[in-house]
């Protein structure tokens, strides 16, 4: 089991950027997919990115691509992403999720907030 701590959240103007980190306890972070996901208000919660365990293969929304990076540090236990021109569509609060077969796990999320 793995516990997920998100932080970097906040409000930003439009075209701007923020930086979301996803912090995991345990030791074996390096086994799990890691992936990032958002959920506006009135919305249901769809994927943003996702990264694998050694970081070697990424896969990102098509909505995104192009502007968001994600990146791990395994000596860490963290995951990061890089959300550059920001657009207020992006408004919404996104959480980290830790997958491998059998398991998912999720944290509880930081509010991102883009104003126009």
């Known amino acids: 089991q793995v516990q997920l701590v998100e932080s970097g959240g906040g409000l930003v103007q439009a075209g701007g950027s923020l930086r979301l980190s996803c912090t995991a306890s345990?030791?074996?972070?390096?086994?799990?997919?890691m992936g990032w996901f958002r959920q506006a208000p009135g919305k249901e919660r769809e994927f943003v990115a996702r990264i694998s365990w050694n970081g070697g293969s990424t896969y990102y929304a098509d909505s995104v691509k192009g502007r968001f990076t994600i990146a791990r540090d395994n000596a860490k236990n963290t995951v990061y992403l890089q959300m550059n021109s920001l657009k207020p569509e992006d408004t919404a609060v996104y959480s980290c999720?830790?997958?491998?077969?059998?398991?998912?796990?999720w944290g509880q999320g930081t509010q991102v907030t883009v104003s126009s």
């Open positions: 345990g030791r074996t972070f390096n086994s799990y997919t």
């Open positions: 999720n830790a997958a491998r077969p059998g398991y998912s796990d």
